[in-house]
């Protein structure tokens, strides 16, 4: 089983943007995101510990601005913590390894995926390509990714 954690090295070679999202609890401008666009199949990993976080198939236009998926590829990747900053009631999502910060989960999913909506900054994501991921590790994944209706 890999083994991940917050890594130092990959928290040098964050940028600005990247660092104040996952190490100072940071928000992405909406309609910004890398990823906000990307349909490619694949994986998306914690940027600064690697661990598996999101599969392509459970991504979803929300229209929030960000990118949004209806699940975790497993609970024990993300923690869920209360949050009261802004003046709002929210549930931030953390990585469980590297602790990074990633965006927030509300409960205005798509009801035949479980309701839930993982609001997710691009800058705290690394996208793997199916093609890839069984040379970066990840193969035991590959399953979970399932082809999309065009």
């Known amino acids: ?15 600005s943007e990247q660092f104040r999202v996952t190490q100072e609890n940071g928000t992405e401008p909406p309609g910004t995101g890398e990823y906000l666009q990307n349909n490619e199949p694949g ?3 914690d940027i ?3 661990e598996p976080l ?7 236009d929300s229209g929030c601005g960000w990118p949004s998926f209806s699940q975790p590829v497993a609970k024990n990747f993300v923690n869920e913590i209360r949050d ?3 003046a709002m009631i929210r549930t931030e999502v953390r990585s469980n390894h590297g602790d990074s910060h990633l ?3 509300f409960p205005d999913g798509p009801k035949e995926s479980g309701g839930l909506r993982y609001c997710i ?3 705290s994501l690394r996208f793997i390509h199916r093609d890839d991921m069984e040379k970066e590790g990840y193969e035991d994944y590959i399953k979970q990714i399932k082809e999309r209706k065009q």
């Open 1 to 15: 089983m890999k083994k991940y954690n917050k890594n130092q090295i990959a928290i040098d070679s964050l940028n």
């Open 84 to 86: 009261t900053s802004h």
């Open 103 to 105: 965006g927030h989960v």
């Open 48 to 50: 600064v510990s690697g």
């Open 54 to 60: 999101f599969v392509s198939s459970d991504k979803f």
């Open 121 to 123: 900054n691009s800058a």
């Open 43 to 45: 994986i998306y990993v």
